[in-house]
C-alpha cells in the first residue's frame, strides 16, 4: 500500500530575487495510512508552511510531494481542488462562517461531493455534531457557541465526508486544558473509527501521548524523534 503522504527533497521558497528566502530544507517524509503523526517546533520553524503544501493549499517548488498517491507538483488548480475533497483541514482557528448554523458549515463540507444529495448531505451532517456532542447544537450560529463547541463543530466538518487525510494545525491552542484534551481525544476516536491518517501541528505537549510518531521541525529542518 502507498504511503498517504510521500515526500522527497523537498525546498520552499519565500520572495524573488534579492529577498528570496528559504524556508523548507530538503524534507523527506512518508506518513502511512491509519498513523496519527505530530508535527512539533517553535514558530517560525515552517510547520504550517509544510502543512499548507501537504493538503494542496500552496503550490510545490522543487522537489516531490504525493498526497493520497497524486503528486502536486506541477498539478494544476483543477487537480489540486480534486486532491483537497479527499482531505479534512482543522486549524487554530475553527473559520466558521458566523451566517450560518453549526449543521450548515458542517454540511458545506458534504456539497463540494455532488453525487451527494441535499437530504443526505443534512443527515450526515446532523449524525456527526451527535458524534461531537452537539446533537442539541445543530440549529446554533458560532456566536452562540463555546470556543470549544466551535472548534468540535470544525472536527465534525472535517470528518464528515470521511476523508483519507485529516490535516490539524495548532487545533487546542484557544481552548483550556480540559476543553483542549476533549477535543483531540475526539479527533482521535474518530479517525480510528473511520481509518483515515492524521497530521497535526501543535505546541501542546499534553496532547502528544495520542501520536503514533512525533517529528520536530527546527528552522526548516525536519527531525525526527525516538519514540
Known sequence: MKPVI?????????GKDK???QVLFNIN??????EIVIMTGPSGSG???????IGALRSVQ????QTIGQELNGARENKLVQVRRYMGYIFQAHNLLPFLTARQNVQMSIELHNHILQKEAIAQSKAMLE???LGERLDYYPDQLSGGQKQRVAIARALVSHPRLV???EPTAALDSKTGRDVVDIMERLTK?????????????????????IIHMEDGHLKFIPT
Open 6 to 14: 510521500s515526500i522527497q527533497n523537498l525546498n520552499h521558497f519565500f
Open 19 to 21: 529577498l528570496r528566502k
Open 29 to 34: 517524509l512518508e506518513i502511512n495510512a491509519g
Open 47 to 53: 510547520k504550517t508552511t509544510l502543512l499548507s503544501l
Open 62 to 65: 522543487e522537489g516531490s510531494l
Open 131 to 133: 458524534m461531537v456532542g
Open 167 to 169: 490535516l490539524a494545525d
Open 193 to 213: 473509527e473511520q481509518g483515515c491518517t492524521i497530521l497535526l501541528v501543535t505546541h501542546d505537549n499534553r496532547i502528544l501521548d495520542m501520536a503514533d510518531r
